[in-house]
């Protein structure tokens, strides 16, 4: 992780927490029928808020959230510190900060296009037990309506960097590299969100390469996002959907 992708969503955690998507429970169920089983110690690394964490502590897994972000990281403790079995610390992909063969599994929630892949990956390799696993999470949003091909013009018009950050350049290819040459699948999960104007700002404004209120476009962005959801909007509401893509595989083994 480069200093700027740690620092960049400390001013839109209350959003993020507000409004960023969780992932479907059919991901538990699935993760669960390859062996990842409840007695598993998970590294929930780029933790953020705790999102992928908290999916992990319903299903009564143990969890220790890395996160190098400060505002995220103790939101995170803030929500789920009294959660039995989580704890959390300051690290990096790079640099967890965690022993030695300590966890069994690594999870990624919609961080690991941040990483340094290679460098990821010998962390995570140091970190696991011998044949852990690495599960790579990411609700990509879909762009194959009306509404969602418009809405992704909105945000290239108005984003400060989202065609270098976007989730989406992180390929198919990519994931192979990153676990060659150990095998990995791929299972994609249905997952959405339905939201009112105030909903839909929020979501639009959680990303971090979105204007902040009081920055040169933001008043614009929002005109333009009342102007998108009066078009579109059904029944008063706006439903973004996403395609949940689980990647698992195992490195080292």
Request: aromatic share 12%; charged share 25%.
């Amino acid at each position: 992780m480069d200093k700027h992708s740690t620092t960049r969503f400390s001013n839109r955690v209350a959003d993020y927490v507000k409004y960023r998507p969780g992932y479907p429970a059919g991901v538990i169920h699935y993760l669960q029928g390859e062996r990842i089983t409840p007695d598993l110690h998970i590294a929930d690394v780029g933790a953020g808020t705790g999102i992928s964490s908290k999916l992990f502590l319903d299903a009564g897994y143990r969890v220790t959230a890395v996160e190098p972000n400060r505002e995220m990281r103790e939101k995170a403790i803030e929500l789920l510190g009294n959660v039995p079995g989580f704890d959390a610390v300051d690290g990096t992909a790079e640099h967890t900060g965690l022993a030695a063969d300590s966890v069994d599994v690594v999870v990624a929630g919609q961080a690991f296009h941040w990483f340094n892949a290679r460098k990821a990956r010998s962390e995570f390799k140091r970190i696991l037990t011998p044949g852990g696993l690495v599960v790579l999470l990411w609700n990509e949003r879909k762009t194959d309506s009306a509404f969602a091909q418009q809405y992704d013009k909105l945000i290239t018009k108005h984003a400060i960097d989202y065609i270098q950050v976007d989730h989406r350049n992180i390929d198919y290819a990519d994931i192979a590299d990153f676990y060659d040459p150990d095998p990995f699948e791929l299972q994609i999960f249905k997952n959405q969100q339905v939201f009112d104007f105030e909903g839909l700002k929020g979501r639009l404004f959680s990303s971090s390469y979105m204007p902040v209120q009081g920055e040169a476009g933001y008043d614009e962005t929002v005109a333009e996002l009342q102007e998108l959801f009066d078009r579109y909007k059904e029944n008063g509401t706006i439903t973004i959907h996403y395609d949940t893509k689980v990647y698992l595989g195992r490195i080292g083994a």
